[in-house]
């Protein structure tokens, strides 16, 4: 039963807190950063609500009954996509380390529109 209770905990926080960061920062833009930074944190919060309800949910699901009991379709569904979400958190990481070594490398060069989109 411990396992069930730590990835009712992941899936707890996981969907809470990546709910608030995008609700947050699209409805009241309460999070203060430049745009790219804002987009790039957007995109891993909606990658972790992907990543918490593909790949960690059916997890709780099986710890919870003892058995898998998803079914074959499912199985199927979170295999294949939980890679997704995870190479998407992957990529994002990526870029803001570039994003921010162009910053440290050039620090009065601002980020054009064009250069923003190419990033995200």
């Not at 992941?10 to 990546?18: C, E, K, R, S, T």
């Not at 009241?28 to 804002?38: H, P």
């Not at 979170?78 to 162009?102: D, E, H, K, M, Y």
């Amino acid at each position: 039963v411990p396992l069930a209770f730590y990835t009712f905990l992941m899936v707890l926080f996981g969907i809470a807190g990546n709910s608030t960061v995008l609700y947050s920062s699209l409805k009241y833009n309460s999070i203060d950063l430049d745009k790219v930074s804002l987009v790039f944190v957007q995109h891993l919060a909606a990658a972790d609500v992907l990543y918490t309800i593909i790949a960690i949910f059916p997890t709780f699901v099986t710890y919870s009954a003892g058995k898998y009991v998803l079914g074959r379709a499912v199985c199927f569904i979170s295999a294949q996509f939980s890679f997704v979400p995870g190479l998407s958190n992957i990529f994002l990481v990526l870029a803001i380390t570039v994003q921010r070594i162009c910053l440290v490398k050039f620090p009065f060069r601002r980020i054009s529109r064009m250069t923003a989109r190419i990033i995200a």
